[in-house]
């Protein structure tokens, strides 16, 4: 607070009601750059969970919906990816358009997490939903849009319009393989794709944001390397999102600096839009854990502790770098036979996250887990 309007009278500091008013007012108290607005939880596959029976219980055992039981804790956003024609049917258009309607009646905000394809993407790879395999750069561009445009309206309609759009899921080096893929530096046909996403999102919604994702939030060098690329061929977008996980992307310092360098580097808010840790070693199911070990990064032991602490550091490192937002992703992906991770083979394939919910194996939610602003 800037004390701009107190007098000295006498060398006595003299301090009024009124005048204090008028300082607040004036001068208000600078919002803190240490403040976590989108406090946010990917949890795409509860819908399947919860059609197979799962239950969700709260720190005192109280049996609750999942979505009240995160907001309790301090969950203020949600985040759902989008599969354009998976074969479980989960995450697909109609699934996404209905859980869209459970998330908005609780107030929370609704991020709408956009794959391009009919099963994962990530860094290692962006394969075409099948009804585009065989198309091009030119008919790809028009695909993007309409089926950007067509989700985004969609939930519009039904009064669930997203306050936020990723286009593309951790697209390090593009999206569309390979129509869309940067090769050799050469960020054109990526720069279209984003491009056709964007305007789509914003003929459907000006004040939907749009959030650009990948997960280099281990290497300034890449992080530059990619934004670099697509403001070079003058993609706009609205929020820079990473993602971050200790035991692939390296220490917390180096989150740190990315996140410093793309606020100020894009003049853009920075999120976190994944990240987790493990609560346990064990695993619950048939299918082995993605991340093992009895401490995957140094200091966070896999327990409860542990996993709360690590989610802390977590947030304390993107809160005091400036960032706006953090997302825990699939929270609630405890093991249930039958929510597998394959959509190919979702009753046949087991979870390989069960370690990493913030749920126990029979739905109890880790006690010491937080959401902060």
Known sequence: MTLSRVRRTGGALLLTLATLLAVVLVNPAPASAATLTMRGADISSVQRSLDLGAKYYNAAGTA????????????NYVRLRIWNNPASGYNNKAKVLAYAKTVKARGLGLMIDFHYSDTWADPGKQYKPAAWASHGISQLQTDVYNYTYDICNSLKAQGTTPDSVQIGNEINVGMLWNDGKVINNDFTNLSLLLKAGYN??????????????????????????????????????????LSYYCFWH?????????????RSRYGKPVIV??????????????????????APCSGYPATWAGQASEFTAVQNTARSAGAIGVFYWEPTWYAISGNGWDPANINGTGDQWDNMATFNWTGGINPNIRWNP
Do not use: M
């Open 64 to 75: 609750a919906d999942p979505l009240d039981i995160l907001a309790g804790v301090g969950v």
């Open 200 to 241: 789509a999102t914003k003929a459907c919604n000006s004040g939907t944001q749009v959030i650009i994702h990948t997960a280099d939030a281990d290497s300034l060098a890449n992080a530059r390397w990619f934004y670099d690329g697509i403001k070079a061929k003058g993609v706009p977008w609205d929020i820079t999102a």
């Open 250 to 262: 390296g220490s917390l310092s180096t989150l740190s600096s990315v996140i410093t360098d793309a």
């Open 273 to 294: 839009a994944e990240t987790a840790y493990p609560f346990t070693a064990a695993n619950a199911d048939s299918e082995g854990n993605v991340v093992t070990g009895s």
